[in-house]
C-alpha cells in the first residue's frame, strides 16, 4: 500500500514539475501584511491584520445594538482589507455575526472588536460606547441560553463562543 502511494505521488510530482504545488494549510500562515500603504496599522487594540484567517481558535458571537428598538447594521468587511490581510477579530458580512479567528487562543473583548471597527469605519456611535459617552443597556445570551447582564463596562464585555451581545443605546448625542 505505501508503495502504491509512494508511486502515485512521484508520477504526480513527475507529470506537475512545471506546476507550483502548494500545501500550505489555509489559515496557518501568521506572517502578518503590512497595510500601512492605505493609512491603517497592522495591529489594532493587540488584534493581529495577518496574511490568512488561522483556524486555531475559531469562534463567533453575534453582536446586536439598538438605538430606540431600531437594530444597527453591522457593517460588512470590518477587519478585512480585501488582497491584503485580514484581522482576528471581523465580520465577513451584515449578520453581526463577529469571526474570532486567532493563531491561539486567548480571549477578546468587545471593545478590541469595536476599535477595529472604529478604524474601518469611523462612527460617532462606536466612538461614544468606547468613550462611555452613551448609556448602554447590555445583555449577553449564553450558548447554554443562560440570559446574562454584564457587570463589567461595555468594552470589556468577553467575547464567548455562540453568545449574542444586545446593546440597546439609550442617549446618543450623534447619528
Given at each position: 500500500m505505501i508503495v502504491v502511494i509512494f508511486f502515485t505521488f512521484s508520477l504526480?510530482?513527475?507529470?506537475?514539475?512545471?506546476?507550483?504545488?502548494?500545501?500550505?494549510i489555509f489559515g496557518q500562515n501568521s506572517s502578518p501584511?503590512?497595510?500601512?500603504?492605505?493609512?491603517?496599522?497592522?495591529?489594532?487594540?493587540?488584534?493581529?491584520?495577518d496574511a490568512v484567517e488561522h483556524l486555531t481558535f475559531h469562534n463567533h458571537t453575534k453582536l446586536i445594538i439598538k438605538d430606540q428598538n431600531h437594530s444597527l447594521t453591522i457593517p460588512a468587511g470590518i477587519g478585512i482589507v480585501p488582497n491584503e490581510c485580514i484581522f482576528w477579530l471581523h465580520t465577513h458580512d451584515d449578520s453581526g455575526i463577529i469571526h474570532i479567528e486567532s493563531p491561539s487562543e486567548i480571549s477578546f473583548?468587545?471593545?478590541?472588536f469595536l476599535q477595529v471597527w472604529n478604524?474601518?469605519?469611523?462612527?460617532s456611535i462606536i466612538e461614544e460606547i468606547l468613550q462611555d459617552?452613551?448609556?448602554v443597556d447590555a445583555s449577553i445570551l449564553l450558548e447554554n441560553s443562560s440570559f446574562v447582564e454584564p457587570t463589567t463596562p461595555v468594552p470589556d464585555i468577553p467575547l464567548q463562543n455562540n453568545a449574542i451581545i444586545t446593546l440597546d443605546l439609550k442617549n446618543?448625542?450623534?447619528?
Amino acid at each position: 500500500m505505501i508503495v502504491v502511494i509512494f508511486f502515485t505521488f512521484s508520477l504526480a510530482l513527475i507529470f506537475n514539475s512545471d506546476k507550483t504545488l502548494n500545501y500550505e494549510i489555509f489559515g496557518q500562515n501568521s506572517s502578518p501584511n503590512p497595510v500601512d500603504e492605505i493609512g491603517l496599522s497592522s495591529k489594532i487594540s493587540g488584534i493581529t491584520c495577518d496574511a490568512v484567517e488561522h483556524l486555531t481558535f475559531h469562534n463567533h458571537t453575534k453582536l446586536i445594538i439598538k438605538d430606540q428598538n431600531h437594530s444597527l447594521t453591522i457593517p460588512a468587511g470590518i477587519g478585512i482589507v480585501p488582497n491584503e490581510c485580514i484581522f482576528w477579530l471581523h465580520t465577513h458580512d451584515d449578520s453581526g455575526i463577529i469571526h474570532i479567528e486567532s493563531p491561539s487562543e486567548i480571549s477578546f473583548s468587545l471593545g478590541q472588536f469595536l476599535q477595529v471597527w472604529n478604524s474601518f469605519n469611523q462612527s460617532s456611535i462606536i466612538e461614544e460606547i468606547l468613550q462611555d459617552k452613551v448609556q448602554v443597556d447590555a445583555s449577553i445570551l449564553l450558548e447554554n441560553s443562560s440570559f446574562v447582564e454584564p457587570t463589567t463596562p461595555v468594552p470589556d464585555i468577553p467575547l464567548q463562543n455562540n453568545a449574542i451581545i444586545t446593546l440597546d443605546l439609550k442617549n446618543l448625542t450623534g447619528p
